[in-house]
Antibody
Framework: QLQLQESGPGLVKPSETLSLTCTVS??????????WGWIRQPPGKGLEWIGS???????YYNPSLKSRVTISVDTSKNQFSLKLSSVTAADTAVYYC????????????WGQGTMVTVSS | DIVMTQTPLSSPVTLGQPASISCRSS???????????LSWLQQRPGQPPRLLIY???NRFSGVPDRFSGSGAGTDFTLKISRVEAEDVGVYYC?????????FGQGTKLEIK
């Protein structure tokens, strides 16, 4: 059964770079059938798509965050990663990684999420 | 930019009674490939979102058949035929037809 697990620091200082990794288990990230994405949710608020990556390395970013976001994939480790630079308190959120099949375009498998707080 | 609007934002429902949530997009969600990439997700308290419905009306694996989706173009509906206690949470629609993918603001389902 496919599982996704986010990992990374729970506290990041303002102006620094947030770095998270999503480890995929129970299946291969190197499948042409899926995109792999990051979604975030500020406390008490809704969901925001951050960006997605294909196993080939092709990336797609939310225009509202594009200048600060980098998503990469490491197929040898079955992982993909998120970097968000120049963070502020507005970036405090639960960050989820998720799988999105090409044919359905719906996020069908989600990680449990990791809370990241931006504070000095 | 496309706008996704869900109504109501809060829905108190009696156990065993039906519930309905509407999702309206500001532009058609029919893709050039003929598909409509509108999905519904459920988020129970303290849990990650869970996919219920994809491409308007297709139930995801393991989703009870009391959940159903319908609609076309710009207007979509999620229906729960008989609400159970475990259905409490926030429901989101999401469009992936147009870039970027976008979630509705969420509808909180609670028990009366």
């Amino acid at each position: 059964q496919l599982q996704l697990q986010e990992s990374g620091p729970g506290l990041v200082k303002p102006s620094e770079t947030l770095s998270l990794t999503c480890t995929v288990s129970g299946g291969s990230i190197s499948s042409s059938s899926y995109y792999w994405g990051w979604i975030r949710q500020p406390p008490g608020k809704g969901l925001e798509w951050i960006g997605s990556i294909y196993y080939s390395g092709s990336t797609y970013y939310n225009p509202s965050l594009k200048s600060r976001v980098t998503i990469s994939v490491d197929t040898s480790k079955n992982q993909f990663s998120l970097k968000l630079s120049s963070v502020t308190a507005a970036d405090t959120a639960v960050y989820y990684c998720a799988r999105r099949p090409v044919v359905t375009a719906a996020f069908d498998i989600w990680g449990q999420g990791t809370m990241v707080t931006v504070s000095s | 930019d496309i706008v996704m609007t869900q109504t109501p934002l809060s829905s108190p429902v009696t156990l065993g009674q039906p519930a309905s949530i509407s999702c309206r997009s500001s532009q058609s969600l029919v893709h050039s490939d003929g598909n409509t990439y509108l999905s519904w997700l459920q988020q129970r308290p303290g849990q990650p979102p869970r996919l219920l419905i994809y491409k308007i009306s297709n139930r995801f694996s393991g989703v009870p058949d009391r959940f159903s989706g319908s609609g076309a173009g710009t207007d979509f509906t999620l229906k729960i035929s008989r609400v159970e206690a475990e259905d409490v949470g926030v429901y989101y629609c999401m469009q992936a037809t147009q870039f970027p993918p976008l979630f509705g603001q969420g509808t909180k389902l609670e028990i009366k």
